[in-house]
């Protein structure tokens, strides 16, 4: 307890003490002797030095200093010397010993050097100290340090939580009055951490007044509702996130089972081909344009989106127009083709999973709330969902072959009494929807894992999309796999992602039952012609 307050004195007077540069004998004192002298050195040092202090303790920390029998020498990675005082050069003897630091000893200086930091003029090292800080048990007596880098503080948001430290200290002040107003100030945070503080303090040991505990419950109330927001923030942009994914996954198979009528099992391989692509373009870049790795997702995305689509059209031309009008045959003949797909490419890239990485700008993500971080590569994919379905609504919309692909949809038979060749049209749009899906596994590898079996996961839920939303029908796609994936991740959340699957596919079946057109269906004479 002795050596703490020592300590806590030492932070208090480096608060306001002036900055003086360190002595060769307060070097020394810190350098050598037994454990207990040596923290009372530093504790003095911190108090009236700042000059030449950190370089010492970073050096300490580094186990990069020696003493002579004059000298305390830091010796650099090169192998050179210099005194530890006052930082000139100085010659290393053969005999200088090397100082060992305990973890009491390691403790303090990792101590003294967050506080020395606390008052960097370089925000990011303040921003690493506070951080230090913050994941140690501070006492009250260091609140004048504490207090002295929040006035001088200039950053809104490092204030903010200087201020929350300095609130935290309080917590067990002895005068009421502080403890009330820091209480106050603490149930304005957002942060998880600040609730357990003030759960600790509701103990009856630690907090007796019963107003104060009174204001601890309301602000853990406070606190909790905040972070109830952030977590159904989180619940929201995850659901969202999924069915982006699904909504890129059943574009393509909208437009394919919608037009044809193909219940197409080889879908999910088309995407699989997507992300593989996209891990070839990702290895090509590397290898050949490694300072434009950042940029391969501008070639990935149109090669996985050619690379797809050309497989879909060969796909369509050899096997799948030879099976219309035979729905089980197409079901048993596509679902043998994604076998053969995904052996073939365990034959080519192996049975395992392939890395594909981030670029730098996909990495990382946006802090909304202490407890709700939104990653870049899930609001780009969301992003990106959104721009593929804007290119296939003007691709239908105001096309010619979108012409042809809603005549051919809604009846086929006089689509081709008036010209339409509806063979072609058949061939351009399973090579879209082929195409639309390698988009989807482009996207997917950015947030998971590519290997052979990653069609799998999405070829049932995106089935569901399509027959939810209406068949041919792209806005019931996108109201269904959005809606999809919010339910999805909310009953997660309630009762684990086996029942959620569960009760969402129990869902669609009633749903199916009672509306077997879907939430948007195709009426009048274009019904009955399709």
Not at 117 to 130: E, G, I, T
Not at 500 to 528: D, H, N, W, Y
Request: proline share 5%; charged share 15%.
């Amino acid at each position: 307890m002795f050596k703490r307050l020592v300590w806590a004195a030492a932070l208090l007077l480096a608060a306001w003490a002036p900055a003086q540069a360190l002595t060769p004998d307060q070097a020394r004192a810190i350098a050598a002797g037994d454990t207990d002298s040596r923290l009372a050195a530093l504790a003095e040092a911190s108090a009236q030095a700042d000059a030449g202090l950190p370089r010492l303790v970073q050096a300490l920390l580094d186990d990069a200093v020696k003493l002579t029998p004059t000298q305390v020498l830091i010796v650099k990675p090169d192998g050179q010397a210099v005194e530890a005082s006052s930082g000139a050069p100085a010659s290393l003897p053969a005999d200088a010993q090397d100082v060992i630091n305990n973890n009491r000893l390691r403790s303090a200086l990792q101590a003294v050097q967050a506080a020395l930091q606390l008052l960097a003029p370089d925000l990011a090292q303040r921003r690493a100290a506070l951080t230090s800080l913050q994941g140690e048990a501070l006492t009250p007596a260091q609140a004048p340090l504490i207090d002295k880098a929040w006035a001088q503080e200039t950053n809104p948001a490092q204030k903010a939580e200087l201020a929350e430290l300095r609130a935290a200290l309080q917590l067990s002040d002895p005068a009421p009055e502080l403890r009330k107003a820091a209480i106050a100030t603490l149930a304005l945070s957002d942060r998880a951490q600040v609730r357990s503080l003030l759960q600790e303090r509701l103990d009856p040991s630690a907090e007796s007044l019963p107003e104060l505990r009174s204001a601890l419950r309301r602000a853990i109330s406070d606190i909790e509702d905040r972070l109830a927001w952030g977590e159904r923030l989180g619940v929201l942009f995850t659901g969202l996130s999924l069915g982006s994914i699904l909504l890129l996954v059943a574009l393509g198979l909208a437009i394919t089972y919608g037009l044809m009528g193909v219940i197409n099992m080889a879908h999910g391989e088309l995407m699989m081909i997507g992300a593989y692509a996209t891990y070839v373009v990702q290895n090509l870049t590397r290898q050949f344009a490694p300072a434009a790795f950042d940029h391969y997702l501008w070639l990935a995305v149109p090669a996985s989106f050619l690379t797809a689509a050309l497989v879909g059209a060969v796909l369509e031309r050899t096997v799948i127009r030879w099976l219309y009008g035979r729905p089980l045959e197409t079901l048993l003949a596509t679902w043998g083709i994604s076998l053969v797909l995904m052996q073939a490419v365990r034959s080519l890239f192996g049975a395992q999973n392939v890395p594909v990485e981030n670029p730098a700008w996909l990495s990382g993500g946006v802090a909304v709330a202490s407890n709700l971080t939104l990653p870049y590569n899930r609001i780009a994919i969301i992003v990106f969902a959104v721009g593929v379905l804007a290119g296939v609504a003007l691709l239908m919309a105001k096309t010619r072959l979108g012409l042809f692909v809603r005549g051919v949809t809604q009846n086929r038979r006089m689509a081709a009494c008036v010209g339409i060749p509806t063979a072609r049209i058949d061939t351009y749009a399973f090579a879209l929807g082929a195409g639309l899906a390698g988009l989807a596994g482009c996207a997917l590898s950015q947030v998971g894992n590519v290997g052979p079996d990653l069609g799998q996961t999405y070829i049932v839920d995106s089935f569901m999309v399509v027959v939810l939303g209406g068949v041919g029908q792209l806005a019931g796609t996108v109201v269904a796999a959005l809606g999809l994936g919010v339910i999805n991740k909310v009953l997660e959340g309630l009762a684990g992602a086996v029942l959620a699957k569960i009760m969402v596919l129990v869902f669609i079946v009633i749903f199916i039952q009672k509306r077997p057109q879907g939430l948007f269906a195709m009426t009048g004479r274009s019904a009955e012609g399709h």
